[in-house]
């Protein structure tokens, strides 16, 4: 098996200590996308009982209204990636903010189906837009030496807004106050409002639009020092290389790049993590789980796992590295989807299952939840790294859809113990491609990173 390297030639730069907390504080800020992207999803699955008997909605019209968010983005980060590449991150994120504090009351607000599927609408727009542009403005202003550990607060993030929503909709629940489930959202998102007019621009997107001042003070103001100079100088150098737009993707070498992101963007849904997320208290009730608030409880219980399991990844992803996390990760999902489907056909105790699925979850949450947005932010050149990204978020929507789409008739066709046994196998893909494509990118500057590629691409030319 091949393994592609990263060959370096500027060593990162390190940040004073003191601006650390700058560098924390930017990127804790930035990462309430990731939050509003988990609660977002998930608030819907508390709700939908309460719209249906109130908008009076047949079982086809409720599936429409929990499916239109996702609809939304799918179109999200289809614009995401060339808006902000063309109007910058932070002013995008901005925008996102605004659009996720306006919708999300809206959707609270809405009523009957039209006008809560349009505001759903535009709620799932503001989460494939911050889906693409969270991670990648923290790729962005992160020093290369602790950037796994910042980008991954996203995916902590997104954990915590799940959780969140499961907590909101539970207490919220007993009065029947569907419409503050998702009115809730609008206190995080006047947060990221507030946080990105006063946080910086990403200094590399200023840096190919030529504002050189301004990437300097904005480097420096990160804690770069005197090392903001020699970084700058290395990204003016990748960005003489290189093409811009869209078609430029498909080149040898970059192609490959793309590639990889959207494998792995495809991997990270196609290995069934959102059947455990959305449906684990129905896939506990199938196993003979005693009853049906034991296996919410249950549920519960999952969603904290996945928080901890990723603050584990954050510690661990500078130091162990991102190819190390996905590939034990990969092969433990294997393994524990495995037990799932042998339990499943032995008919062994709920409990059991429940186990097996926790199991499955810190194997998630340790690697291939939090490492594929980070390397999908890290493996493109910033001069197309928001359409490169456009395409891999594209595709996470795309299985996403697919997968929550077809579970139910799967576990119908096949059985509980077949389908989550073709999890597996995917899981076992996921480990042989992980092993074979994806690069190391621990430590690295993103323009040394961006030039593994074009080594490549001389090597294959
Ligand atoms: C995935 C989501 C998933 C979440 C669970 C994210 O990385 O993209 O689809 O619901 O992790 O933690």
């Given at each position: 098996?091949?393994?592609?390297?990263?060959?370096?030639?500027?060593?990162?730069?390190?940040?004073?200590?003191a601006a650390r907390?700058?560098?924390?504080?930017?990127?804790?800020?930035?990462?309430?996308?990731?939050?509003?992207?988990?609660?977002?999803?998930?608030?819907?699955s508390g709700a939908m009982l309460f719209l249906q008997t109130d908008f009076h909605l047949s079982d086809t019209q409720l599936e429409f209204a929990v499916g239109i968010a996702l609809a939304g983005a799918l179109v999200g980060s289809a614009f995401a990636g060339y808006s902000t590449d063309r109007w910058g991150r932070r002013f995008v994120l901005l925008g996102t903010g605004i659009g996720f504090a306006v919708f999300s009351v809206l959707s609270g607000m809405s009523v009957g189906l039209v006008s809560f599927s349009?505001?759903?609408?535009?709620?799932?727009?503001?989460?494939?837009?911050?889906?693409?542009?969270?991670?990648?403005?923290?790729?962005?202003?992160s020093p290369a030496t602790i950037r796994g550990a910042l980008v991954s607060l996203n995916q902590l993030a997104i954990t915590v807004g799940i959780g969140v929503a499961y907590f909101v909709d539970y207490s919220l629940a007993a009065h029947g106050s569907w419409r503050w489930m998702f009115m809730t959202a609008v206190f995080p998102a006047i947060v990221l409002v507030a946080g990105m007019i006063l946080l910086p621009e990403s200094p590399r997107w200023l840096?190919?639009?030529?504002?050189?001042?301004?990437?300097?003070?904005?480097?420096?103001?990160?804690?770069?020092?005197?090392?903001?100079?020699?970084?700058?100088?290395?990204?003016?150098?990748?960005?003489?290389?290189g093409k811009e737009g869209f078609l430029s993707l498909f080149r040898p070498g970059l192609r490959m790049a793309v590639f990889v992101g959207v494998a792995?963007?495809?991997?990270?849904q196609i290995t069934g993590i959102n059947t455990i997320i959305y449906y684990s208290p129905e896939i506990l009730r199938l196993s003979g789980y005693p009853s049906a608030k034991a296996a919410i409880l249950a549920a519960a219980v999952i969603g904290v796992v996945n928080i901890l399991t990723t603050v584990a990844s954050i510690v661990l992803v500078d130091w162990l590295g991102r190819r190390f996390l996905l590939l034990m990760s990969t092969a433990g999902m294997a393994i524990t989807?495995?037990?799932?489907?042998?339990?499943?056909s032995r008919h062994a105790a709920g409990v059991i299952v429940f186990y097996e699925m926790i199991g499955y979850i810190v194997f998630f949450g340790i690697g291939l939840g939090p490492v594929v947005w980070l390397l999908m932010a890290e493996i493109y050149p910033t001069k197309i790294r928001g359409q490169a990204m456009s395409l891999a978020t594209l595709s996470v929507w795309g299985a996403n859809g697919l997968v929550a789409g077809t579970f139910l008739s799967l576990i119908h066709a096949f059985g509980p113990a077949g389908t989550f046994s073709?999890?597996?196998a995917v899981c076992v893909l996921a480990f042989f491609f992980s092993l074979k494509f994806v690069p190391e990118t621990k430590g690295r500057t993103l323009e040394a990173i961006e030039r593994n590629w074009h080594d490549i691409e001389k090597r294959t030319s």
């Open positions: 098996m091949t393994c592609v390297n990263v060959n370096v030639t500027a060593p990162p730069t390190v940040v004073k200590p907390g700058i560098v924390i504080l930017t990127a804790s800020v930035a990462a309430l996308g990731g939050l509003l992207f988990g609660y977002d999803t998930s608030v819907i349009v505001a759903r609408f535009f709620v799932g727009a503001c989460i494939g837009v911050a889906s693409l542009v969270t991670p990648l403005y923290l790729s962005e202003m840096a190919r639009k030529g504002f050189r001042d301004r990437a300097l003070a904005g480097f420096q103001r990160l804690g770069r020092g005197s090392g903001a100079e020699t970084e700058l100088r290395e990204i003016e150098r990748a960005l003489l290389e792995l963007a495809i991997f990270q989807l495995g037990l799932i489907g042998w339990s499943f073709i999890f597996a």
